[in-house]
C-alpha cells in the first residue's frame, strides 16, 4: 500500500466528537501494532503529556453513539454492557496534538513513522475542510451576483413586455369645430 492511500486510510479513522477532530485509541492502537492496553498504560505513565486538550475520555453515551455509526464488535443491540462481547472501559480520544505527544511516549521506529503517517492525515483533512469552505465562500458570491443579476433581468424582461403590448387605443380628436348641422342654422339665427 502507498503512503498516499495509507493516509487515507488514517483519515477515515478521524473522527468529530465535542467539536475536535480525534482519533480513538483503539484505531491508534492498531496503527502502532500495540493493543489498546497498552498504549492506555503508557499514556497513563506519561499523563503529565497529555492535558484535556490532547486527551479525554468518552463518555458511554458518546461511546454509544460512535457503536451506532461505527460497528466495531459483534453486537446486535445497541445497548452497552459492561461484560461478554461489549467494551469493558470508556475509549480515549487523542486530538492531533495528542497524536503527536505519543510519538514521545510509544518510542519505537514503527511509532515514529506511523505518526508522521498521521500527521500527514490531519494535515490532509485540513486541507479538504479549508477547500471545502472556500468553495462555499465562492458559491455564496456567485449566488448574491446572480440574485442581482436576476432582479436586473426581471425589470428587463418588464420592460420588453410593456413595449410588446399594444399600445392603448384614443379617441380621434377632430380638429375644427365639431358642429350639427340643425344646430349650426338656429346658430346663424340667432345671430342675426
Known amino acids: 500500500m502507498s503512503k498516499s492511500t495509507v493516509v487515507e486510510v488514517i483519515a477515515t479513522r478521524i473522527l468529530e466528537i465535542r467539536g475536535k477532530k480525534v482519533m480513538l485509541d483503539r ?3 492498531k496503527l502502532y501494532g500495540v493493543t489498546a492496553k497498552v498504549l492506555n498504560q ?6 503529565k503529556r497529555f492535558p484535556g486538550d490532547f486527551m479525554f475520555q468518552l463518555s458511554w453515551e458518546e461511546t454509544g453513539s460512535l457503536r451506532s455509526q461505527i460497528v466495531t464488535l459483534n453486537n446486535t443491540t445497541t445497548k452497552i454492557s459492561k461484560r461478554g462481547k461489549h467494551i469493558k472501559y470508556l475509549p480515549y480520544a487523542f486530538t492531533e496534538q495528542g497524536v503527536a505527544m505519543l510519538s514521545s511516549v510509544l518510542n519505537s521506529e514503527r511509532a515514529i513513522q506511523v505518526n508522521i503517517l ?3 492525515a490531519f494535515t490532509k483533512l485540513r486541507e479538504i475542510l479549508l477547500t471545502h469552505k472556500e468553495l462555499a465562500v465562492k458559491i455564496d458570491a456567485l449566488e448574491k451576483k446572480y440574485a442581482e443579476h436576476d432582479k436586473t433581468i426581471k425589470s428587463i424582461f418588464e420592460a420588453i413586455k410593456q413595449l410588446l403590448e399594444p399600445p392603448p387605443v384614443k379617441e380621434k380628436r ?3 369645430f365639431n358642429v350639427k348641422p340643425k344646430d349650426a342654422i338656429e346658430e346663424k339665427r340667432k345671430m342675426r
Open 27 to 29: 484505531d491508534l492502537a
Open 42 to 47: 503508557a499514556v497513563k505513565r506519561n499523563i
Open 118 to 120: 498521521i500527521m500527514r
Open 174 to 176: 377632430i380638429i375644427g
